[in-house]
C-alpha cells in the first residue's frame, strides 16, 4: 500500500511539474510574437487557371492581431488584396484561401507581405514550382487526417464536403444584438470517425508526451464538424469581441488536451445533426464591417464559406 501511494504521488508530483513547464513555456509566446506566412501550394483548376493555396504561423498562444489590408497586409505585384485575412487567428493555420491567377501565369511570382504588430516582416513567395502541386491526399496528409500519410482507404475515397449559408452572404447587426448563422452542411461519411476519449492518468499522459515522434505533422481526430471564425474584423476592432453561441471548434492546430479541437488527443467529434443543419448565435460589441469564415471538415478536407455583416452602432 505504501510503494502503490508513493507511486502514485509520484506520478501526481511528475504531472504537476510537467504542465507548470508547459505552462511557463506557452506563457512566454502568448503575445508579442510574428506572423509567418506561409505559402502551401498549387492546384490547377479545370479551366486552365491556377489556385494558390496560402496559410500562416501565428506564433502567439493568446495574440490575434487584427493587421487591415494595406501598407501592413499586401499582395504584389498588383492588387494588394486578394481576399486574405486580417484577422490572425493563433498558432498554425494550414490551407487558410486561395488566390487564383491565369492560366499563362507561367514563371510569375506572386508575393504575401505581412508586418506583425512587433514590426516584424514576413513574406510568402507563391510559384508554380512543381514541387508545390496540391491535391486532396497532400490536403490530409498536411493536416494530419491519417498521421501524416494520408494512405488509407478512406483518404482515397474522401471528398471535399460542402458547405452552403442559408441565410444569405450579407447580413445586418446590431451592437450587443445577435443574429443567427444558418447552414447545410453535407459529406460523404469518409473519412470514418477515428480514435476518441482514451482512459487518461498521470502515468499515460506522460508517456504519451514524452515518447519519440512518429509522424512529420499534426495528428488530427476525423470526424465530420462545422465552425464559424472571424475572418476580417472591423478596422482598430480587436475580432475577440466577437462572441459564437456555441463556442466554436477551433479551426487552428491546438494540440493541447481539453481545448476543443480536433488536433486534441482527447477530443470527441460532436454528434452531426440529422438534417445537417448547424445554427450558431454571433454577437458584435463594436461597430463595423466584418467577415465572418464557416468551415465546414470532416477531418480531412473541408470547405469554406463566407458571410460578411455590417454592425451599426446600438
Not at 484577422?87 to 491567377?101: A, D, E, I, W
Request: charged residues 20%.
Amino acid at each position: 500500500m505504501m510503494m502503490r501511494s508513493r507511486a502514485t504521488a509520484g506520478l501526481c508530483a511528475l504531472a504537476l511539474l510537467f504542465s507548470a513547464l508547459v505552462a511557463n513555456a506557452q506563457n512566454n509566446y502568448n503575445y508579442g510574437k510574428h506572423i509567418e506566412v506561409a505559402y502551401e501550394g498549387w492546384e490547377q483548376m479545370p479551366d486552365g487557371t491556377y489556385d494558390l493555396y496560402f496559410g500562416y504561423h501565428n506564433e502567439n498562444w493568446e495574440e490575434m492581431p487584427n493587421i487591415p489590408v494595406g501598407e501592413n497586409n499586401f499582395f504584389s505585384p498588383g492588387v494588394e488584396d486578394r481576399g486574405q485575412p486580417t484577422f490572425f487567428q493563433p498558432r498554425r493555420n494550414r490551407f487558410v484561401f486561395t488566390v487564383n491567377v491565369p492560366a499563362d501565369f507561367g514563371d510569375k511570382e506572386l508575393v504575401w507581405t505581412l508586418t506583425s504588430p512587433n514590426g516584424e516582416t514576413r513574406k510568402a513567395y507563391a510559384t508554380l514550382i512543381p514541387d508545390f502541386v496540391v491535391n486532396k491526399d497532400l490536403i490530409q496528409a498536411e493536416t494530419g487526417a491519417f498521421g501524416g500519410a494520408a494512405g488509407s482507404e478512406d483518404g482515397h475515397l474522401n471528398q471535399h464536403p460542402t458547405l452552403n449559408v442559408l441565410e444569405g452572404n450579407t447580413r445586418y447587426a446590431q451592437v450587443g444584438e445577435s443574429i443567427t448563422l444558418v447552414a447545410k452542411v453535407e459529406d460523404d461519411g469518409y473519412p470514418q470517425t477515428r480514435r476518441g476519449p482514451k482512459e487518461r492518468s498521470p502515468k499515460s499522459e506522460w508517456e504519451r508526451i514524452t515518447r519519440a515522434p512518429m509522424i512529420s505533422t499534426v495528428n488530427k481526430v476525423n470526424g465530420l464538424h462545422m465552425s464559424w471564425i472571424v475572418y476580417r474584423s472591423a478596422e482598430g476592432v480587436d475580432g475577440k469581441n466577437v462572441r459564437f453561441s456555441p463556442d466554436q471548434i477551433k479551426v487552428w492546430e491546438d494540440t493541447r488536451p481539453s481545448n476543443n479541437s480536433p488536433w486534441s488527443y482527447y477530443w470527441v467529434p460532436p454528434a452531426v445533426p440529422e438534417d445537417g443543419i448547424y445554427e450558431t448565435e454571433v454577437m458584435f460589441s463594436e461597430p463595423g464591417t466584418y467577415v465572418l469564415m464557416g468551415r465546414a471538415d470532416d477531418g480531412g478536407l473541408y470547405d469554406d464559406q463566407f458571410v460578411t455583416v455590417e454592425v451599426s452602432g446600438s
